[in-house]
């Protein structure tokens, strides 16, 4: 048992807390799933939690019982529980023996402390306050007398996101005001702090507990990561032997395991059971729609994996951005983090097809593509908690696109009003965009139409600081647009003569991409009506077209993504053969106007 080794999560608690540097713990993360117990016996809850893969509450405990500490766990739903009824018997024989003032000769007074223990035991599933009290009184006697605490309390507090959640005390009622006064006082205690006791919160994130709690200096908060490949392998192999008979699988358990990246055991154990019960084969796309699901689980609406059905194949134009874009392909191909960007800045005008590009580039990039949505949340402390859930589901994934449009808005620039929460959240982004353990294996695409919206510090190197500007087809790549929008009409390009191409062209200089999907849907509904499309009637379609009124703002757009470009060969030929200072001039001009 001593021989074999501790989570890496564990052995960091007991380091700290050997070293006296910490005797309250808050464990965060992925906390409702299973873990590899390596041969720790844990009470089974399913059919195939065995011998190996328990529950955290009951790694811990067996843990800490293997070293002859005391563990009793608590929470607020149903009370304080024991591993076995020995443990409940020793408790209350050494309570009703000893109080504050030492050993209690006398039978009367032992019996009525028995009962009192009893008392508390029972209530401790409606009264969250004196239980605590009594917690802290037993953390008393066990320092002072020598009984079943000699070795030290260990008291495991579950749920502590529903202890004590966190609220500003304006907002608190009376008895969460007391209990955050009595867990303060009790954390802080000279005594405690040197004894042998502890106190390990488990809640799923970190913001979820209140923050004076968290940050009294002798509260140690650890993150319980989500399985790495190699346990997730392990377990993969363990479930086969588990579950009766070898379930079908359209991969190798390697690369099955690469795939679950970001998965619980348990979703593991789910899909699994259910590949088993329908006797089927576990591919790739069970993998996804269960990733989905967790994720849906985890953080709502906050977030969506996206699979991409478009490839590069159905870019038209944009020849030199998709020759930029494979380049980009086959650096990310290499796993080499020294040569990986950690983000992409998409500038462009208004309908030129900024997503659709970059969501086929995401589809031949191999890698789960996520969308990220509004993180705010309108109730106080779950903005921290989302990110707080979304940070740690990302950085386990790995191999993962992040796609955020009209990032703008996601990351708009601070200003002197942008509230404590806005401002916390922006520096939580940005500092996991810039971390160097994330490089190469996630990489955020920022969309956005107005790029002088976002924060200087986004834009910098380190974090979006290749930006990669979408521009309207000119030139070649214009002429493709007509003809791949003429052929999906039903109308040979081909047969067009050099002066109605010349006119074709003039008439169609204006259109955006977006426009030119608008044309083509009206030349399908002439050719529906009609029967066929000739020319005269394609120039009539165009010519009875009449733009929106949005020419100066979009100028506006492709000036303010010139500006933002840092590709030479990503800058159109209208706009090559200008300065910045000439760009720069030309955009102050119709912001005056605009």
């Given at each position: 048992?001593?021989?074999?080794?501790?989570?890496?999560?564990?052995?960091?608690?007991?380091?700290?807390?050997?070293?006296?540097?910490?005797?309250?713990?808050?464990?965060?993360?992925?906390?409702?799933?299973?873990?590899?117990?390596?041969?720790?016996?844990?009470?089974?809850?399913?059919?195939?939690?065995?011998?190996?893969?328990?529950?955290?509450?009951?790694?811990?405990?067996?843990?800490?019982?293997?070293?002859?500490?005391?563990?009793?766990?608590?929470?607020?739903?149903?009370?304080?529980?024991?591993?076995?009824?020995?443990?409940?018997?020793?408790?209350?024989?050494?309570?009703?023996?000893?109080?504050?003032?030492?050993?209690?000769?006398?039978?009367?007074?032992?019996?009525?402390?028995?009962?009192?223990?009893?008392?508390?035991?029972?209530?401790?599933?409606?009264?969250?306050?004196?239980?605590?009290?009594?917690?802290?009184?037993?953390?008393?006697?066990?320092?002072?007398?020598?009984?079943?605490?000699?070795?030290?309390?260990?008291?495991?507090?579950?749920?502590?996101?529903?202890?004590?959640?966190?609220?500003?005390?304006?907002?608190?009622?009376?008895?969460?005001?007391?209990?955050?006064?009595?867990?303060?006082?009790?954390?802080?205690?000279?005594?405690?702090?040197?004894?042998?006791?502890?106190?390990?919160?488990?809640?799923?994130?970190?913001?979820?507990?209140?923050?004076?709690?968290?940050?009294?200096?002798?509260v140690t908060s650890i993150n319980v990561p989500l399985p790495d490949s190699e346990r997730r392998r392990e377990y993969i192999h363990w479930m086969h032997k588990q579950t009766g008979r070898e379930v079908k699988l359209r991969r190798s358990q390697k690369e099955l395991s690469e795939l679950t990246a970001g998965m619980t055991l348990?979703?593991?154990?789910?899909?699994?059971?259910?590949?088993?019960?329908?006797?089927?084969?576990?591919?790739?796309?069970?993998?996804?729609?269960?990733?989905?699901?967790?994720?849906?689980?985890?953080?709502?609406?906050?977030?969506?994996?996206?699979?991409?059905?478009?490839?590069?194949?159905?870019?038209?134009?944009?020849?030199?951005?998709?020759?930029?874009?494979?380049?980009?392909?086959?650096?990310?191909?290499?796993?080499?983090?020294?040569?990986?960007?950690?983000?992409?800045?998409?500038?462009?005008?208004?309908?030129?097809?900024?997503?659709?590009?970059?969501?086929?580039?995401?589809?031949?990039?191999?890698?789960?593509?996520?969308?990220?949505?509004?993180?705010?949340?309108?109730?106080?402390?779950?903005?921290?908690?989302?990110?707080?859930?979304?940070?740690?589901?990302?950085?386990?994934?790995?191999?993962?696109?992040?796609?955020?449009?009209?990032?703008?808005?996601?990351?708009?620039?601070?200003?002197?009003?942008?509230?404590?929460?806005?401002?916390?959240?922006?520096?939580?982004?940005?500092?996991?965009?810039?971390?160097?353990?994330?490089?190469?294996?996630?990489?955020?695409?920022?969309?956005?139409?107005?790029?002088?919206?976002?924060?200087?510090?986004?834009?910098?190197?380190?974090?979006?600081?290749?930006?990669?500007?979408?521009?309207?087809?000119?030139?070649?790549?214009?002429?493709?647009?007509?003809?791949?929008?003429?052929?999906?009409?039903g109308f040979d390009p081909s047969k067009l003569s050099n002066e109605e191409r010349k006119d074709l062209e003039e008439q169609t200089i204006q259109l955006s991409p977006a426009e030119f999907n608008e044309l083509l849907v009206e030349l399908r509904a002439e050719k529906a009506l009609q029967g066929e499309l000739q020319f005269d009637?394609?120039?009539?379609?165009?010519?009875?077209?009449?733009?929106?009124?949005?020419?100066?703002?979009?100028?506006?757009?492709?000036?303010?993504?010139?500006?933002?470009?840092?590709?030479?060969?990503?800058?159109?030929?209208?706009?090559?053969?200008?300065?910045?200072?000439?760009?720069?001039?030309?955009?102050?001009?119709?912001?005056?106007?605009?």
């Amino acid at each position: 048992m001593e021989d074999t080794p501790l989570a890496p999560w564990f052995h960091e608690m007991a380091e700290r807390f050997l070293s006296r540097q910490s005797n309250v713990f808050l464990l965060t993360g992925n906390v409702t799933d299973q873990i590899d117990g390596l041969g720790v016996t844990c009470d089974s809850k399913s059919r195939y939690d065995g011998q190996r893969f328990c529950y955290l509450d009951k790694y811990v405990a067996s843990r800490l019982e293997v070293r002859d500490r005391f563990v009793l766990t608590y929470n607020i739903a149903r009370g304080i529980s024991f591993s076995h009824n020995d443990r409940f018997n020793e408790l209350r024989k050494f309570y009703a023996q000893y109080d504050a003032a030492g050993y209690i000769e006398s039978e009367r007074d032992q019996k009525k402390r028995a009962q009192r223990f009893d008392r508390s035991i029972v209530e401790s599933q409606v009264y969250s306050f004196l239980t605590l009290r009594f917690l802290e009184e037993l953390c008393l006697l066990s320092r002072k007398y020598k009984g079943p605490l000699e070795k030290g309390l260990s008291i495991i507090v579950e749920h502590a996101e529903t202890l004590l959640p966190d609220s500003p005390l304006s907002n608190m009622g009376d008895v969460d005001r007391q209990k955050l006064t009595l867990l303060m006082e009790w954390f802080t205690e000279p005594d405690f702090i040197e004894s042998h006791d502890q106190v390990i919160l488990i809640a799923p994130t970190m913001a979820g507990v209140h923050g004076d709690l968290r940050r009294l200096p002798n509260v140690t908060s650890i993150n319980v990561p989500l399985p790495d490949s190699e346990r997730r392998r392990e377990y993969i192999h363990w479930m086969h032997k588990q579950t009766g008979r070898e379930v079908k699988l359209r991969r190798s358990q390697k690369e099955l395991s690469e795939l679950t990246a970001g998965m619980t055991l348990l979703t593991l154990r789910n899909l699994f059971l259910q590949a088993r019960h329908a006797d089927s084969t576990l591919d790739e796309k069970d993998i996804l729609e269960a990733l989905n699901r967790l994720l849906v689980s985890e953080l709502g609406d906050k977030i969506e994996m996206v699979k991409p059905r478009h490839t590069m194949n159905d870019v038209v134009g944009a020849s030199a951005l998709k020759g930029e874009l494979e380049r980009m392909r086959k650096l990310l191909e290499m796993r080499d983090p020294s040569i990986a960007p950690v983000g992409i800045l998409v500038a462009g005008p208004n309908g030129v097809g900024k997503t659709f590009i970059f969501e086929a580039w995401a589809a031949e990039c191999d890698r789960i593509v996520i969308v990220l949505k509004n993180l705010r949340s309108m109730y106080f402390g779950q903005t921290d908690e989302i990110f707080e859930k979304l940070r740690n589901v990302l950085e386990a994934l790995g191999n993962v696109i992040i796609f955020i449009d009209e990032a703008d808005t996601v990351f708009a620039r601070p200003g002197a009003n942008t509230h404590e929460t806005e401002a916390r959240l922006f520096g939580n982004l940005i500092r996991m965009m810039g971390d160097p353990k994330n490089r190469g294996r996630i990489v955020w695409l920022l969309i956005t139409a107005r790029p002088d919206n976002l924060a200087p510090d986004l834009k910098r190197s380190g974090r979006a600081g290749l930006h990669m500007p979408v521009f309207d087809p000119e030139g070649d790549d214009r002429r493709a647009y007509i003809d791949f929008i003429l052929s999906r009409a039903g109308f040979d390009p081909s047969k067009l003569s050099n002066e109605e191409r010349k006119d074709l062209e003039e008439q169609t200089i204006q259109l955006s991409p977006a426009e030119f999907n608008e044309l083509l849907v009206e030349l399908r509904a002439e050719k529906a009506l009609q029967g066929e499309l000739q020319f005269d009637t394609i120039m009539n379609v165009i010519g009875n077209m009449l733009p929106g009124q949005i020419a100066g703002q979009r100028r506006i757009q492709t000036l303010q993504a010139y500006l933002e470009c840092s590709r030479r060969s990503l800058i159109p030929p209208s706009l090559s053969s200008k300065t910045r200072e000439e760009v720069q001039h030309e955009l102050e001009e119709l912001q005056r106007r605009f």
